[in-house]
């Protein structure tokens, strides 16, 4: 579900509908399934949700109703948005990547715990500075519980992609915004990864985001940065080097007084 302007939308509205299993995950990186974790791509019926460039939309995850738990806490792992132009139905290099959060080392917290602790919601900004338009928005959750071992290990190898989309037209962004380098879903991942085979049950003090580097909304620059798994905030320039002191000058060589000679008078 979407909540969209402080206001939880219907279950389903503006959503493209997803399998009848709602935690049935995806395992294949290179599937085209990828995109949207959908029967179908035909986006057909979907209705149309109006967002405004630099607001905050939040999406709201259950597994099988929306009185049901968010997720097992069981499945930790990042969290992560992307938007597409919607005519492209998310074919070829069309996606940005707009919002991720992975792990936390000084709460020790993932995105799925932040995502359970508030009963399912996640909030994410629009870029205040992205063109307006209509957009496809997939949102993701990664569960890593069996990526300890790279998928195609065995049937239960994997990380698993929690993957959904939904149609948002973005109003009162920058008309003429510079397009970013977009990329293609499947495409983002492989499953050699850092951030896709990887070892929760091992000692670990990071975590190494996967795919796309995260869109950089200019109008947001020098704004206090949030977590650093997810703003990647430039650490300020070192303050300048103050200058080194002059060598102190030769001592210059010290000259003997001048001592007037006496004259002496000679008597005759």
Avoid at 19 to 39: A, F
Avoid at 51 to 64: P, Q, R
Avoid at 171 to 191: C, F, L
């Amino acid at each position: 579900m979407l909540w969209v302007d402080g206001k939880r939308l219907k279950e389903g509205q503006c959503i493209r509908p997803y399998h009848d299993t709602r935690n049935y995950p995806l395992k294949d990186p290179n599937s085209k399934d990828l995109r949207c974790r959908t029967p179908d791509m035909s986006g057909k019926g979907v209705e149309l949700c109006e967002v405004k460039a630099g607001s905050t939309i939040s999406i709201e995850w259950h597994e099988s109703d929306p009185n049901d738990r968010a997720i097992s806490d069981s499945h930790k792992g990042p969290c992560l948005v992307y938007l597409a132009p919607l005519e492209s139905n998310g074919e070829l290099d069309v996606w940005i990547k707009i919002f991720e959060d992975g792990y936390d080392p000084m709460t020790k917290k993932w995105c799925v715990d932040k995502v359970i602790a508030s009963k399912g919601k996640l909030d994410v900004q629009i870029p205040s500075d992205i063109a307006s338009g209509k957009y496809l928005m997939r949102t993701e959750i990664i569960a890593l519980h069996e990526a300890d071992r790279p998928y195609g290990k065995d049937s239960n190898s994997g990380a698993e992609y929690f993957s959904n989309c939904a149609h948002i037209n973005i109003v009162g962004g920058q008309e003429g915004a510079t397009a970013p380098k977009k990329y293609s879903i499947p495409g983002i991942y492989d499953k050699n990864d850092k951030g896709i085979y990887f070892n929760l049950f091992d000692k670990y003090s990071s975590y190494p985001i996967p795919g796309p580097p995260l869109y950089n909304d200019k109008s947001q620059a020098g704004s206090p940065g949030g977590d650093s798994n997810s703003t990647n905030p430039k650490p300020p320039s070192p303050p300048p080097k103050p200058p080194a002191p002059k060598p102190p000058s030769p001592p210059q060589p010290r000259r003997k007084p001048c001592v007037k000679k006496r004259q002496i008078k000679h008597r005759v």
